[in-house]
């Protein structure tokens, strides 16, 4: 079945309160999005629980448009209903569900877009605007406050990976390739670690933790870094997401896992947010300028300006 669902069961009565808003540039949900920490701890709590199951109802918000990327519901309806899930795996902030027919069902959190798992028949989530209903009496929710998330379904994995670069986090990516994402760029290293098509899976977020425990500035031009600082950046990239899954993400916003559940790692960040505190490494005040639109968190110490005695260490 395929169910428009009326606005007034999409607002739903169920979950918690949102966080204050920031002040980036991008507007007040741009900081403490999901990253590729968040979407895999979502990725391995379904993963066990939605393999296998076929899609037995597909029911969508009638003022959800957007979430279907200008596919209309019947048409996103023939593609999913009656599918077995095959697998779940993920590229980038991308979950991408296999399924039986060789296709692709790709979600995509964007700002505050949340996937839960729930029984079937229960209350409708705050800001619900779409679910599969699966044949083991479970449901797949989607919950979106800014209605930015995707849904679509492709009929090739490359047309998600093809417009995106390595992760940190794969034994395969090394420090060659991550000094050519840098290499020649006039941009700032925020900027650059920010583009999805140059190094996928990383956020505002991590991109400041990882700068800090790398000791690199986040305005400085990402093509003037040294060997040995973009070594340590390359080390601190994996390192900072590796943590972040460690403690199934941080849940500064709308993040939370996929059973409702929220992340730990907000409350180990070194910087990020932490503007007017004292820096947990040499005591300094955490600063907040902003870079490439975003709300960015450093210490000036412990991230000196370039030509500094500190910045050549």
Known sequence: MCVIMPW??????????????????LGPYA????ELPEVETIRRDLEPLAVGRRIVGVEVDAATLPLLAG??????RERLLGRVVTSLGRYGKHLVFGLD?????VAHLRMTGRLLWRESGGPAEVYERARLVLDDGHDLRWSDLRKFGT???????????????????????????????????????KAVLLDQRRISGLGNIYVDEALHQARVRPDQTA?????????????ACRAVLEEGIANRGASFRDYVDGQGEQGRQHMYVKVFRRHGKPC??????IERIVVAGRGTHFCPTCQPKRGSRRSRS
């Open 280 to 285: 947990y490494t040499c005591g300094t005040t």
């Open 223 to 235: 093509g003037l870094l040294g060997p040995a600082a973009t070594k340590r950046l390359f080390e």
């Open 31 to 34: 900081c403490g999005v999901p």
């Open 151 to 189: 849904w679509r379904v492709v009929n090739d994995t490359r047309e998600i990976t093809a417009g995106l670069g390595p992760e940190p986090i794969d034994p395969s990516f090394t420090l060659g390739q991550f000094r050519a994402a840098l290499a020649g760029r006039k941009a700032p290293v």
């Open 71 to 76: 596919v209309p519901i019947d048409a996103l």
């Open 101 to 105: 027919d060789g296709r692709a069902f």
């Open 8 to 25: 007034s069961i999409a607002r739903g009565t169920a979950g918690g309160k949102h966080a204050a808003f920031c002040d980036c540039l």
